[in-house]
């Protein structure tokens, strides 16, 4: 990162917090799938006061029952993805970086990692699956200022108990013995109570700025992730250049970009490329909607090479329903229309 100055992005994000007992750390997956823990917890209760079922002579079936329930606890606790601080989502990163056609587990090992537009909610979640596997260092960097430091830092403990444990299933591949060894040198037992003393800075750490504006080295990175993040920024070409600025050569990149539009997350009615009826001067509340398969030529125009596009969410699309978008969109073909969420692999030249 280059000098620090009055306008540089802030990286004072760890306020000297007084962490609370694990009961106290604010959890934001407390409600999850519409159900909440609390409920679930009183069904149990309520079993036992009204002597459904009794502590003491609970039978086979019974227990089974039980462990079912604390079975479906624990998968919501850990696996719901749309929740923010969840293991599956602090993990998913690392998924998608192992379907790199460049990636093998031992590239990673020592490697400097950038989380663009990584949240304000859990903004080191992502990096750290990526630290569990290998990498040496983990820099998160979006506009939002950190929710809350407490939950980002007790997501890390969580990410690393799901993976010793095993609840984050066999798929990563990752050994306890090498999990270990790679978070010593971050203190658990402050991460369990969300004291965000217990991350290791030197390794792991959060800016809050523009992506374009944190002056990182030229060719000092080598992973750029990004996670719903570049249909987002109203020019996202300088962006994408930044990412060329400053990867090294050979370095790798993971994107995943939702160009749908995003009122489909309050309205499901809403088809997802509605917002392309528009004209192009209509101000759009949050996306620039690019489509995704156009990453492809501004990746390419910025020194990388795209190694596989994967197109996530497609939908139809006919003459009919093309006729009705404003310009550029009527006149694009239709299969780069019909990409509506897609994952980038590329790799700098
Ligand atoms: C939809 S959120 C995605 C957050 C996270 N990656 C995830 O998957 O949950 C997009 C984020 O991009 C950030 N963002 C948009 N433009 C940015 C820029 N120029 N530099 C840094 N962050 C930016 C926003 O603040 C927002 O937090």
Not at 218 to 223: C, G
Not at 258 to 265: E, K, S, T
Not at 319 to 335: N, T, V
Request: net charge negative; proline share 6%.
């Amino acid at each position: 990162m280059g000098e620090e100055s009055e306008t540089a992005p802030d990286r004072a994000w760890l306020p000297a917090g007084a962490p609370g007992s694990v009961a106290s750390v604010p959890r934001t997956n407390r409600h999850l799938l519409g159900v909440e823990t609390a409920d679930l917890v009183a069904e149990l209760l309520s079993r036992l006061r009204s002597r459904e079922w009794d502590v003491r002579r609970l039978k086979t079936r019974e227990l089974k029952e039980l462990g079912q329930l604390a079975t479906d606890l624990s998968t919501r606790v850990h696996d719901v993805a749309p929740n923010r601080c969840s293991p599956a989502k602090s993990l998913a990163l690392l998924r998608k970086l192992r379907q790199h056609p460049d990636f093998t587990p031992e590239w990673l090992v020592g490697k400097t990692c950038v989380d663009v537009g990584c949240g304000g909610v859990s903004p080191l979640g992502a990096l750290f699956g990526l630290l569990m596997a290998g990498a040496e260092r983990g820099i998160g960097v979006d506009m939002d200022e950190l929710v809350d430091p407490r939950v980002a830092a007790r997501a890390l403990y969580d990410a690393r108990a799901a993976v010793i444990s095993g609840a984050s299933g066999p798929a990563l591949q990752l050994s306890v013995e090498d999990v270990l060894a790679r978070t010593k040198s971050f203190d658990f037992s402050k991460l369990a109570l969300g004291d965000p003393a217990g991350i290791d800075r030197s390794r792991l750490d959060f800016v809050r700025g523009a992506f374009e504006a944190c002056g990182f080295d030229e060719s000092s990175v080598d992973l750029i992730c990004s996670q719903s993040f570049l249909e987002h920024p109203p020019e996202p070409e300088a962006l994408v250049a930044e990412m060329g600025r400053i990867s090294r050569p050979g370095a790798l990149g993971v994107h995943a970009i939702d160009g749908a539009d995003h009122r489909v997350y309050r309205d499901a009615s809403v088809h997802p490329l509605h917002f392309l009826e528009f004209p192009a001067d209509r101000p759009d509340d949050c996306c620039n909607r690019v489509r995704p398969l156009d990453f492809v030529d501004l990746f390419e125009r910025h020194g990388f090479e795209v190694r596989e596009v994967v197109h996530v969410t497609t939908v139809e699309i006919d003459e009919q329903l093309r006729s009705r978008f404003a310009e550029p969109y009527r006149s694009m073909d239709l299969e780069r229309l019909s990409c509506v969420r897609a994952k980038l692999f590329v790799r700098r030249r």
